[in-house]
């Protein structure tokens, strides 16, 4: 459970551990859901912070939150805003997203973006980490939670960012269509031509009109089976500060 530092951007790191760390879901997600200029965001269930810290090096959002249950998680992302020098842009709070209302004001965001557990509370194999365990399974953050809260913190036509695994698609759509976050935008994410998708990007709009536009598929792997040029893209920097 050593620390240790992570380049995620040019001049922007982040500290993480075994338990609480980031991955390519997390670049997707900040990428997907990259803030206007201005814009107040904030993600749910922020883990090491690796998302707001993106959003801060890579775009211009008038102010981020991170909001994160687990106190080691916490302590890291509030430490990586210190080093980073940008407490002025980056709010680490610790509380469950379910009381948003002890948390946020009533429509102070523009942007909300979660990664929410991969399964269902009750569905797969059950981590024997509590970190990997809250991250992975629905306990802790059940979609009718995590629409609760958008719906709460986001202005009218204030949007909500979501990466999940294919299997819980129609699950997501209907419980945000229900909470009154209508589906808009839909990209779809596969290792390469030739295999299923196994993740969606779903952008979610609070008061939305009925209509989804479906974004062209993003793969991963390119022709010689290498990052494909989006990925790298995507990755930016961060393969740079790695090199």
């Known amino acids: 459970m050593g620390k240790r530092w992570e380049p995620l951007s040019r001049g922007c790191r982040v500290l993480v551990t075994d338990g609480h760390g980031f991955n390519t879901d997390t670049l997707l997600l900040a990428d997907f859901s990259m803030p206007r200029r201005g814009e107040a965001c904030a993600d749910f269930g922020t883990g090491c912070g690796a998302i707001p810290l993106l959003w801060a ?60 557990p991969y399964q269902a509370a009750g569905a797969g194999l059950v981590s024997g980490s509590p970190a990997r365990r809250l991250a992975r399974h629905g306990e802790a953050l059940p979609l009718e939670g995590l629409a609760a ?47 299923a998708p196994y993740l969606f990007l779903l952008e979610c709009r609070k008061g939305g009109k009925p209509g989804l536009e479906t974004e062209p598929v993003l793969f991963l792997e390119g022709p010689g089976g290498g990052p494909s040029p989006e990925l790298e893209a995507i990755y930016g920097d961060y393969r740079e500060g790695r090199g």
């Open 149 to 195: 809260a958008a719906r709460y913190a986001l202005g009218h036509g204030g949007r909500l960012c979501v990466c999940m695994r294919t299997q819980r698609l129609a699950e997501a759509a209907a419980v945000f269509h229900a909470a009154g976050l209508e589906p808009k935008r839909l990209r779809l994410v596969q290792a390469r031509p030739g295999k």
């Open 57 to 116: 090096a890579r775009g211009r959002p008038g102010k981020a939150w991170g909001i994160e249950l687990q106190e080691a998680a916490v302590a890291l992302a509030a430490e990586s805003v210190r080093e980073n020098g940008l407490e002025g842009k980056i709010t680490i709070l610790q509380g469950d997203v379910r009381e948003i209302k002890s948390l946020l004001p009533h429509q102070s965001l523009d942007l909300a973006a979660c990664n929410p």
